[in-house]
């Protein structure tokens, strides 16, 4: 097989070394990726902030294209931007909760 195949599995570990800046917590572990497709080297990703007006959403954007398009395989990466449905902290994943120590 020439090239490697890129997976969802592979993005969404990639996303997990992106982290929101004002939080100590990956934005996977946050809830705040909401789809990852990946389609012949193409990755498309939605996801959303904590906040809409969230003045960090372009860097985190621009943090989880770099870290998507460093795997290898990776032709095209988007990151798009969503607000609905809302985020909210019930989102937060297990791991994410014991990092901030909500039970």
């Known amino acids: 097989m020439e090239g490697s195949q890129i ?3 592979a993005v ?3 996303m997990k070394e992106v982290y929101d800046p004002e939080i100590p917590i ?3 572990d946050l809830g705040l ?3 990852v497709s990946v389609q012949e080297g193409n990755v498309h990703v ?3 902030l904590t906040a809409p007006g969230c003045g960090m959403g ?3 954007a621009q943090q989880a294209e770099w870290a998507i398009a460093e795997l290898e395989g990776v032709a095209d990466v988007e990151v798009e931007m969503v607000f609905d449905p809302p985020w909210n902290p019930e989102m937060i994943s ?3 909760k014991k990092l901030l120590g909500i039970d």
Request: proline residues 5%; hydrophobic residues 45%; glycine residues 10%.
């Open 33 to 35: 990726v909401y789809d």
């Open 58 to 60: 372009p860097f985190i």
């Open 94 to 96: 297990e791991d994410g």
């Open 46 to 48: 939605l996801m959303t």
């Open 12 to 14: 969404v570990g990639a």
């Open 26 to 28: 990956n934005v996977v």
């Open 7 to 9: 997976t969802h599995n």
